[in-house]
């Protein structure tokens, strides 16, 4: 499933050329978030939206006025002042019958605009008020990024703002940030306020306005296992060690699964005779990079991988109390231990 991509959407919202009933629907709030924002800031003025505008919570509607019922009511009148009038239902999901809904769109009203807004769960397209909606409306589905997509999604967000960021800075963020979009438009925020546009992120300025460090992070501690360095590995299970707040262990056990899964995934290519291209293709990994991950693989034997990515869900689940025996510092300096020797 591409990116979704609210573009279109977007565009109706500028022209004023509008459909009678949104759905925005999905797991992934970033996208569903964008697009409440533009319904509710750029489709009417202040003045419209004083007489033409109404938000409703469907949990509310269950137990006070004016129900579900009379909001479908609502939606029959006409404008007072704007060319169409705006009603917006958040937290969909909590609708129980959709009947009054449905009964609605069989006629909707032309001159009023229905955003539904159903966040963190899928919807049943099987049910006949969904089908309805995608037939005289518009369905939006946001659904969550694959791993492979966070490193492109953050480029391209960052290209649309105006700025370029080196590969090699780009995997800093991406590994480093997480998967969640909100935080990482938050965090990226910090960079626009302080760089102009046209600038390039340097590892200074994510060092500075996000607060990432440039020489101890998880991607370095990667960089370290990857070379089997028990020297630098070391070195950066002091800092850890000292700085635990910025290496939360439950953030950065996941992240270094991520990693030698794809090193396994090199050597699957391997045996395969899969290109290499094909693999970064499929796997995300960018092509600026592969070449880490085949000398990790070099590195690392096919079944040492195997029983590494055993080992670190091993820790993964005691940096979340299964069978806890030791704090998380000295939990990161043993499962490091055990990745530099395979045991």
Known sequence: MPIPDITPIANQIKTGKLSPVYLLWGEEDYFIDQLTDLFENHVLDEMQKEFDFSVYFAPDLKSKEPG???????CKRFPVIAPFQLIIIKEAQGIDTWEPIEDYLQHPVSTTVLVLIHKHKKIDKRKSVFKLISKIGVSFESSPLKDNEYASWIAQ????RGYGIAPQNLAMLTESLGQ?????????????INLPQGATISETDIEKYIGINKDYNVFKL??????????????????????????PVQ?????????FAKVL???????KNIPMAEVSRNTGIN????????????????KEVSRILKIILQYDARSKGVDATIEAPDLMDELCFRILHAI
Do not use: S
């Open 265 to 271: 995934l090199i050597h699957h290519a391997r045996n």
């Open 68 to 74: 579900l019922q009379g909001v479908m009511a609502n």
């Open 180 to 192: 969640n979009l909100n935080l990482i438009a938050n965090e990226l925020e910090k960079i626009f």
């Open 157 to 160: 967000y960052l290209k649309q």
């Open 222 to 247: 990667t960089d370290a296992l990857f070379a089997r360095d028990p020297r630098q590995t070391r070195k950066l299970c002091i800092y850890i060690r000292k700085h635990p707040k910025e290496f």
């Open 287 to 302: 092509p600026y990079f592969l070449r880490q991950y085949e000398n990790a693989a070099n590195v690392y034997a096919y």
């Open 251 to 259: 953030m950065v056990i996941p992240q270094m699964y991520k990693q």
